[in-house]
């Protein structure tokens, strides 16, 4: 039930409640990775089951791809699918700008693949995820395995240049061994604390021979879902200048919270 949730959880689910709005029959989707878009997933979900939405969903990880099987969306490949009309993800920090840092959960790689091919990027999060400049949240980019300690190497090496206030590299381990991506990668996160430059810091770490991708989204977002744990929701649109609010009632999605909370 509702009351069994923290504020943090109820804030993710009302964004992602609220980003549903988006979605329409017919569409196809792409679907993000993480706390917040397994709730996204789970309220499409529930949508298609009750109110027979018909969508197709392109999945950002294998983690994803099982929980929309699991809740019965249609899930097809991205190279099913071409072009898709839409992708909501969550983010691990969004701007004013509404530029992020996302792959905390290590699936920014196909994430940001299906989000570039889709004609808008709704990102879904809790308003602890504002920041007025990117980089409190570790940056992750993704390495191939061979060759990882030079890429880091060569990594560290770059940011002496760069105009940022931390320079470690950390490998992200999963227990004892290194944490494996979906496509076989492994994930050095850069603790920077503060990126004065994220557009020519995402240009220039892309550059460095063995990086696959960095989980800096530059102009790829157009809007922000922001929850609250109250569930008020902002709606914080780039493209027109506007922002909404709205609040979602917890009441009204009894169902969904025991049929779906894990
Ligand atoms: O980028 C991501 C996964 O690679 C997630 O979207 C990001 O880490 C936010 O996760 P959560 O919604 O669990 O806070």
């Not at 249609?74 to 840092?101: H, P, Q, V």
């Amino acid at each position: 039930m509702p009351s069994d949730l923290s504020p943090i959880d109820k804030a993710k689910f009302v964004a992602a409640k609220r980003a549903t709005d988006y979605v329409e029959n017919g569409m196809k989707v792409g679907l993000g990775t993480g706390s917040t878009a397994a709730w996204l997933v789970k309220c499409l979900g529930e949508m298609v089951r009750e109110e027979g939405l018909k969508i197709t969903g392109v999945p950002t990880s294998s983690r994803t791809a099982a929980l929309a099987r699991e809740v019965g969306i249609e899930i097809t490949s991205l190279d099913e699918a071409r072009w898709l009309d839409l992708t909501i993800d969550g983010a691990d920090e969004y701007d004013a700008n509404l530029n992020l840092i996302k792959g905390g959960g290590g699936a920014l790689l196909q994430e940001k693949i299906v989000a570039t091919s889709s004609d808008r990027m709704v990102v879904i999060a809790d308003i602890g995820k504002q920041v007025e400049t990117l980089g409190a949240f570790p940056l992750p980019v993704e390495v191939i395995p061979f060759g990882w300690q030079t890429t880091k190497a060569l990594i560290e090496e770059t940011l002496v240049g760069m105009d940022v206030m931390g320079r470690t590299t950390t490998l992200r381990l999963n227990g004892d061994t290194p944490f494996m991506t979906d496509e076989g990668n492994y994930i050095l996160d850069m603790h920077l604390n503060r990126i004065a430059n994220s557009r020519q810091l995402s240009l220039v770490i892309n550059q460095i021979p063995g990086i696959v991708e960095n989980g800096l989204f530059i102009d790829i977002c157009d809007a922000v879902v922001i929850g609250y744990g109250d569930g008020r929701v902002e709606v914080r649109d780039i493209n027109e200048g506007t922002v909404e609010t709205d609040k979602i009632d917890f009441l009204d999605n009894d169902n969904l919270f025991s049929d779906l909370s894990d």
